[in-house]
Nanobody, 122 residues
Framework: QVQLVQSGGGLVQIGGSLGLSCAASGRIFFIRKMEWWRQAPVNERELVASLTNSGNTNYYADPVKGRFTISSDNAKNTVYLQMNSLQPEDSAVYYC???????????????WGQGTQVTVSS
């Protein structure tokens, strides 16, 4: 099995910064992609940022471009999200997700973190 443990987040004022981290452990042969998603009340879960293992392909949702940065430490199987210039609309529960396989021949599966609350206050 694969476990993802998130840390970071919390309460911040408008314009402030927060960092999130997500450490994966367990039966990990290879991680193909690491992602951050978020879900605000009454909204569907949305993809915020994505990073491939090679680090050559990044994706950012339009609302966070220029403010959020996704990065990873592959040696530690950890993905980070640095969030700057935070706005009230960034308030949500943030989830990390990885696509990984446990052996060379197994299929990729998705694994989710437990979620962490980010609240931006005025």
């Amino acid at each position: 099995q694969v476990q993802l443990v998130q840390s970071g987040g919390g309460l911040v004022q408008i314009g402030g910064s927060l960092g999130l981290s997500c450490a994966a452990s367990g039966r990990i042969f290879f991680i193909r992609k690491m992602e951050w998603w978020r879900q605000a009340p009454v909204n569907e879960r949305e993809l915020v940022a994505s990073l491939t293992n090679s680090g050559n392909t990044n994706y950012y949702a339009d609302p966070v471009k220029g403010r959020f940065t996704i990065s990873s430490d592959n040696a530690k199987n950890t993905v980070y999200l640095q969030m700057n210039s935070l706005q009230p609309e960034d308030s949500a529960v943030y989830y990390c997700k990885i696509e990984s396989k446990t052996t060379l021949t197994t299929m990729y599966r998705d694994y989710w973190g437990q979620g962490t609350q980010v609240t931006v206050s005025s």
